[in-house]
């Protein structure tokens, strides 16, 4: 069997495992504070994650042709095979060494350090796309502070609505409310993360002469939506308990005002075609509620482990990259 069919195969599983990876390891951030909060049961918010996980991974393309595109030139690639190989190999082991852990840390920033670093290490410097690439550092970069911003405010308006409202009222009324909240919350994942899979797979086909555009395939597009809905339905309980309890202590009312600005940021940046960090996003806007509560409320201890892992994610994975494309390119 021709070598460049093999590499091109072993990138769909690769690609396909990530997403299945990515659905137990972000998906655990999107449905973590309707756990916590007990407006659903884990059982239930996973399987809601899945179904809402799956429909958003089909709506949308956009974000998935920046991945393919934007990085670097896919059609400019020599060794482009080995190079995505790598890159995927890289993102799959920090995901899972920081799974392990419990630490959110950020599936994109993993996967379009990996593509960068394998790439750099493959062709030097020159061979990355600078203006796609800054525009997508700008939005993993803008999205947290963003969300953040849009969680104070949310949270500000509901104390203000709900100021004289009866307690247990509000709290039942919110915990309903956040069933919808959260299956946004996961529909909205689905609208972006499932894509970076279908932009690895595309790029992969496209350096192996097997697709000449940057259309996504339609069998890609199922293929990556059934893998992320697959790995969201095995969950990912110790992130659950990071995200969903560590940062603050988490009230429906909370759950839900973290839900809607989360779902708000990642949903604009599928529309204009950008790439986001669904743990980034949601962890920023748990914060962004905390404050407008009560500031010393916030686990600022955990939030800062939680950033320096955001700040380290690309470098390291970046590295990782480099290092497993010159061990991969000695063998193929």
Same mark, same amino acid.
């Given at each position: 069997m021709d #070598? *460049?069919?093999v590499?091109?195969i072993?990138i ?5 495992a990530f997403d299945?990876?990515?659905g137990?390891?972000?998906?655990a951030?999107?449905?973590a504070?309707? $756990?916590s909060?007990?407006? !659903?049961?884990?059982?239930r918010?996973i ?14 393309t956009g974000v998935?042709?920046?991945?393919t595109?934007?990085? $670097?030139?896919?059609f &400019?690639?020599?060794n482009?095979p ?13 995901n !899972?060494?920081?799974w392990?852990y419990?630490?959110?840390?950020s599936?994109?920033?993993?996967l379009?350090?990996?593509i960068?670093?394998a790439?750099v290490?493959?062709a030097?410097? @020159? ?5 796609g ?5 700008e939005?993993?970069?803008l999205?947290?502070?963003l969300a953040l ?7 500000t308006?509901f104390?203000?609505?709900f100021?004289n ?6 709290t039942k009324?919110f915990? !309903?409310?956040?069933?919808v909240t &959260?299956?946004l ?12 899979? #279908? ?5 992969a086909? *496209?350096?192996?002469g097997y697709?000449a555009?940057?259309?996504i395939?339609e ?8 893998? #992320? @809905?697959?790995?969201t339905?095995?969950g990912?309980w ?6 969903g309890g560590?940062?603050m202590?988490?009230r ?7 839900d809607?600005?989360s779902?708000?940021v990642?949903?604009?940046?599928t529309?204009f ?7 980034h $996003?949601?962890?920023?806007?748990i914060? @962004?509620?905390?404050a ?5 409320g ?10 320096i892992t955001w $700040?380290?994610?690309?470098p390291i994975?970046a590295?990782?990259a480099?290092f497993?494309y010159?061990?991969?390119? !000695?063998f193929?």
């Amino acid at each position: 069997m021709d #070598m *460049i069919l093999v590499l091109t195969i072993c990138i769909v599983i690769f690609a396909l495992a990530f997403d299945f990876i990515n659905g137990f390891h972000d998906t655990a951030n999107a449905i973590a504070t309707s $756990v916590s909060t007990r407006a !659903l049961t884990p059982r239930r918010a996973i399987l809601l994650a899945a179904a809402m996980n799956f429909i958003g991974a089909l709506t949308f393309t956009g974000v998935a042709k920046t991945i393919t595109k934007d990085i $670097v030139d896919p059609f &400019a690639l020599e060794n482009g095979p080995i190079i995505i190989l790598a890159a995927l190999t890289s993102a799959i082991a920090w995901n !899972l060494i920081t799974w392990y852990y419990g630490i959110p840390s950020s599936s994109s920033h993993a996967l379009i350090g990996s593509i960068a670093g394998a790439a750099v290490s493959a062709a030097g410097i @020159g061979i990355l796309n600078y203006q796609g690439f800054l525009k997508i550092l700008e939005s993993l970069i803008l999205s947290p502070f963003l969300a953040l911003g849009v969680g104070f405010v949310i949270m500000t308006i509901f104390r203000f609505l709900f100021k004289n409202a009866n307690l247990y009222g509000t709290t039942k009324g919110f915990r !309903l409310f956040q069933i919808v909240t &959260a299956a946004l919350q996961a529909y909205t994942h689905g609208t972006n993360d499932a894509q970076k899979a #279908m932009g690895i797979i595309t790029m992969a086909l *496209i350096a192996g002469g097997y697709h000449a555009t940057t259309d996504i395939p339609e069998w890609v597009r199922i293929a990556a939506a059934t893998a #992320m @809905g697959l790995g969201t339905a095995v969950g990912g309980w110790k992130i659950i308990k990071t995200v969903g309890g560590k940062i603050m202590k988490i009230r429906p009312i909370n759950g839900a005002a973290a839900d809607l600005s989360s779902a708000l940021v990642i949903f604009s940046a599928t529309t204009f075609h950008l790439p986001v960090s669904t743990t980034h $996003v949601i962890s920023s806007a748990i914060m @962004g509620v905390g404050a407008a509560q009560r500031v010393k409320g916030v686990k600022w201890g955990v939030a800062r482990r939680i950033v320096i892992t955001w $700040v380290i994610t690309l470098p390291i994975s970046a590295l990782i990259a480099g290092f497993l494309y010159q061990v991969f390119n !000695l063998f193929f």
